[in-house]
């Protein structure tokens, strides 16, 4: 077993900014087998455990001052059973290369997130999800889980097995033990259609439960101080296969979405009363296109600029109404905002502690420029998300705690019993569980 610094001077810090942390020590595990004896180690020093993978959630929920868990040795994929349907794969493995994996294979998840540089294990375990009609979360597609408990044993659960722990710990915030191995459900590969074009906010809100139910896949983003989004459908395709081409998509992708727009929020930093005429200029920087490719290529983009995010689920039916009184709570303020609101939707799932747990939900999600102050921006707009029964994204930005999660969830009583069964002593436990799931 080997211990590493997780940072400089020890120090662990997120993707965002927003957390440090400054463990006891640092293990990155080789086996299951080590990691099991890494969490039986931490138990005899009396130190609490978490795992943490690239750090691209915002809130503190894999932070410790204990034994910080690295699982980039634990990578690659275990086993692909083509008659099944099913991948098994360790659970530092990151999303990328899994996926190119699986492409390799002639195979690919059904649905996905919009960035891919996350851990298997950490993806899921915040919930991450992507759009979709009738396809739901990364978590969704989970059909059997591996996970080291508190004592160090070594739990499988699945529909079957386990069916009690399968229905949490798909979703299980790191509070259960620690994944080792996830295995997804998986389909021959496939062609995606993309259409993105610019649409008005007044049309795309007017028209939303047409867009979402004529697409399988709809998303949208609004730039705030402006009256305009930029809109994206992707439906399944016979082909053929028409990628973005290379010189165009780095100019878009690369060129103004990541290096024009890293400048504009710089210069926004600097000077906020430039913002909005910024977000004019930005509303209408990318014009149409259509491609079609393989999912992974057109449900991902590149996301090199830093920035802080707070993301709700409210009811889909719900959806528009909050995007109206956030906007009408930005027009009214004095709030400079360079970043757009994105907003996506998931159909109902059945696990434990998922966003869309038990029913039919719409992601709005609102962003501020790293090193930017975010906190009247994300106040307010919490205070919108909450007013329709919004629940927060597990790795993002909020402040609730667990006498509100004991509303949002009708089965939140069934996870703490689950957790005070399988980690009694809260070997796992941390500041932000302690918020999040109480003591």
């Not at 940072?7 to 293990?27: E, F, I, L, Q, S």
């Not at 994996?101 to 649905?111: D, F, K, Q, V």
């Not at 329709?388 to 790795?395: Q, S, V």
Request: hydrophobic share 40%.
């Amino acid at each position: 077993m080997s211990s590493t610094a997780s940072g400089k001077n020890g120090t662990w810090r997120n993707w965002g900014g927003t957390v440090t942390a400054r463990p006891v020590r640092a293990v990155m595990p080789a086996s299951v087998e080590e990691l099991s004896a890494a969490v039986a180690r931490a138990a005899e020093d009396g130190l609490k455990v978490k795992a943490v993978g690239t750090g691209h959630s915002f809130t503190s929920i894999a932070a410790t001052d204990g034994v910080l868990i690295r699982p980039q040795l634990l990578t690659g994929i275990r086993n692909i059973d083509r008659d099944a349907g099913t991948v098994t794969v360790e659970a530092g493995t990151p999303l990328k290369r899994l996926n190119m994996a699986l492409a390799r294979e002639g195979l690919s998840l059904t649905n996905m997130g919009d960035i891919m540089e996350q851990t298997v294990s950490g993806a899921t375990s915040t919930g991450t999800h992507g759009t979709g009609r009738e396809s739901a979360s990364i978590a969704a597609q989970i059909k059997a889980l591996e996970l080291v408990t508190a004592d160090g044993s070594v739990l499988t659960c699945s529909e079957k097995e386990n069916p009690e722990v399968f229905a949490a710990a798909r979703i299980g915030l790191g509070a259960l033990g620690i994944i080792t191995a996830i295995t997804f459900a998986v389909e021959p590969i496939f062609l995606l259609t993309a259409r993105e074009e610019p649409m008005s906010f007044d049309r795309v809100t007017s028209t939303f439960d047409e867009l979402w139910a004529e697409n399988e896949h709809f998303e949208f983003y609004w730039f705030p101080h402006t009256g305009s989004t930029n809109t994206k459908r992707n439906n399944r395709s016979a082909g053929p296969e028409r990628p973005v081409g290379q010189l165009k998509g780095w100019f878009e992708d690369e060129f103004l979405s990541n290096g024009v727009f890293q400048v504009a929020n710089w210069v926004g930093r600097a000077a906020p009363a430039t913002i909005p005429a910024i977000a004019q200029i930005s509303s209408k920087a990318l014009s149409a296109r259509t491609y079609t490719d393989i999912p992974y290529k057109v449900f991902t983009s590149p996301r090199r600029v830093r920035f802080v995010e707070m993301e709700y689920a409210v009811p889909r039916e719900a959806a528009v109404e909050t995007l109206r009184e956030l906007k009408a709570m930005v027009d009214r303020s004095r709030l400079r905002i360079s970043f757009p609101v994105e907003v996506r939707t998931a159909p109902a799932d059945d696990i434990t502690l998922s966003t869309a747990s038990d029913r039919d939900t719409a992601y709005i999600a609102v962003h501020m420029f790293q090193g930017t102050p975010y906190q009247a921006y994300f106040t307010a707009a919490e205070r919108i998300f909450t007013a329709h029964e919004g629940r927060p994204h597990w790795g993002k930005v909020h402040t609730r705690d667990a006498e509100y999660f004991a509303r949002a969830y009708p089965r939140f009583g069934e996870f703490t019993a689950l957790r005070d069964r399988l980690d009694p002593e809260r070997r796992f436990q941390n500041d932000y569980l302690r918020r999040v799931l109480g003591s």
